[in-house]
T-cell receptor, first 112, second 111 residues
């Protein structure tokens, strides 16, 4: 029982490159989230998915796209990476709205 | 800008001293959650408060939800080195109840 699994754990990109961060959960949860964490800024919500096939913008969605093709997986795509997207990215899930969120181990992304 | 603010941003205490972090929302929250993130780790859920004026305790940790449901606090009595980490509050916002986190308070405990 892995819980919430994020891949990769570390990534270095050049400016302008694209990549997809993967998140998979085996908890049968409906809600899934992508956050970024930067020093002094806390955790900021990028995108949210309340259920399979639905997505909603969070606080800082610009420069990102997401895909929730099934209940288990929620991916985050950077189409053209910028140095400002250097951050630690966390995926999280919860069984439904307003309930405890479970986090993955995080992806440390550096854009040079 | 950030809709959920926490103060202080950083607190350094001697082991055995008490610690309090405050969480303030610009709007009323239906509930507030608290999380702890150890250095290098991921956030881990601590507790959820739902009722106006609610107070909950977990050993040395005391959590309060304000009467107006716009603020909350976490108080740690007699801190230990195991309390080191960043403490976040979080609450649901918007029509879809997205979970929005506060800015966090980093606690350092000197033995």
């Amino acid at each position: 029982n892995a819980g919430v699994t994020q891949t990769p754990k570390f990534q270095v990109l050049k400016t302008g490159q694209s990549m997809t961060l993967q998140c998979a959960q085996d908890m049968n949860h409906n809600s899934m989230y992508w956050y970024r964490q930067d020093p002094g800024m806390g955790l900021r919500l990028i995108y949210y998915s309340a259920s399979e096939g639905t997505t909603d913008k969070g606080e800082v969605p610009n420069g990102y796209n997401v895909s929730r093709l099934n209940k288990r997986e929620f991916s985050l795509r950077l189409e053209s990476a910028a140095p400002s997207q250097t951050s630690v990215y966390f995926c999280a899930t919860s069984s439904r709205e307003n309930t405890e969120a479970f986090f993955g181990q995080g992806t440390r992304l550096t854009v040079v | 800008g950030q809709q959920v603010m926490q103060i202080p941003q950083y607190q350094h205490v001697q082991e055995g001293e008490d610690f309090t972090t405050y969480c303030n929302s610009s709007t009323t929250l239906s509930n507030i959650q608290w999380y702890k993130q150890r250095p290098g780790g991921h956030p881990v859920f601590l507790i959820q408060l739902v009722k106006s004026g609610e107070v909950k305790k977990q050993k040395r940790l005391t959590f309060q939800f304000g009467e107006a449901k716009k603020n909350s606090s976490l108080h740690i009595t007699a801190t230990q080195t195991t309390d080191v980490g960043t403490y976040f509050c979080a609450g649901p916002r918007g029509a879809t109840n997205k979970l929005i986190f506060g800015t966090g308070t980093l606690l350092a405990v000197q033995p």
